[in-house]
C-alpha cells in the first residue's frame, strides 16, 4: 500500500528533481479532493519521455525496481538516445508500487502517449492543468475531467466508480458506466 506520506514523498523526489509529473489514477483524484479516501495500492503518474530514463535512475537509488511491464509497453528512443519503456510499474523493497506512463508535449502543450501506436487519446494542455493535495502538499495532477476520460471505455471496479462519483459530487464532472448509465 502506497500512504498519503508515501505518495507526497515519492511525488517530491521526483519533482525535487526537475522530474514533471502528473497524477492520476486513484490518488491523483485523490489529491483533487484534497484528502484520501480509500487506501492506494500505487502511485498512478504520467512523465515526460524525456524524463524516463532520470525518473528511473532517481527510484532505484531509492530501491525501485521493475516489476512488471504493462500491456501496452511500447519501448522507445527518447530525445537523448535512450532505449525506454513506456509504461511500467516500479516496486521498493517494502512493497510500494509506482505506475508509470510516458508522454511527449507536442506544440500545443497536450501530452501523447508514448505507449500508443495511434494517436487516439491525448491528455489535452487543458487536462494536465490539474492541481491538488496530498496530506497537505500540493501537486500536479490531471484534472477531473481528464479523470472522467481515462476511466471510460472499459467496465470499472467498485473503488473506480466511487472514485468518480465523489469528483461528481465534488466538481459536478459527467461520467458514463460501460453500461451506458450516466452519472448527473
Known amino acids: 500500500m502506497v500512504s498519503a506520506k508515501d505518495a507526497k514523498d ?5 519533482s525535487d528533481k526537475g522530474i514533471q509529473i502528473w497524477l492520476t489514477g486513484g490518488w491523483g483524484i485523490d489529491a483533487l479532493l ?3 479516501t480509500r487506501p492506494h495500492k500505487d502511485l498512478d503518474a504520467v512523465l515526460l519521455l524525456d524524463d524516463m ?3 528511473n535512475e532517481i527510484l532505484s537509488t531509492a530501491g525501485y525496481v521493475l516489476k512488471d511491464l504493462w500491456s501496452e ?4 528512443i527518447d530525445s537523448q538516445g535512450n532505449r525506454t519503456a513506456t509504461a511500467f510499474v516500479l516496486q521498493d523493497g517494502e512493497g510500494h508500487e509506482f505506475d508509470a506512463h510516458a508522454i511527449s508535449l507536442d506544440n500545443q502543450g497536450n501530452g501523447v502517449p508514448a505507449w500508443e501506436e495511434v494517436e487516439e487519446f491525448m491528455f489535452t494542455k487543458a487536462g494536465l492543468a490539474g492541481n491538488g493535495k496530498i496530506a497537505g502538499f500540493p501537486v500536479r495532477c490531471i484534472t477531473p475531467e481528464m479523470q472522467v476520460y481515462c476511466h471510460t471505455g472499459y467496465e470499472l471496479p467498485e473503488k ?3 472514485d468518480l462519483e465523489l469528483l461528481h459530487e ?3 464532472v459527467v461520467f458514463q458506466t460501460k453500461k451506458n448509465q450516466t452519472s448527473a
Open 53 to 55: 530514463v532520470r525518473m
Open 160 to 162: 473506480q466508480l466511487r
Open 170 to 172: 465534488k466538481f459536478g
Open 73 to 76: 509497453n511500447k519501448w522507445t
Open 10 to 14: 515519492l511525488y517530491r523526489c521526483l
Open 34 to 36: 484534497g484528502k484520501e
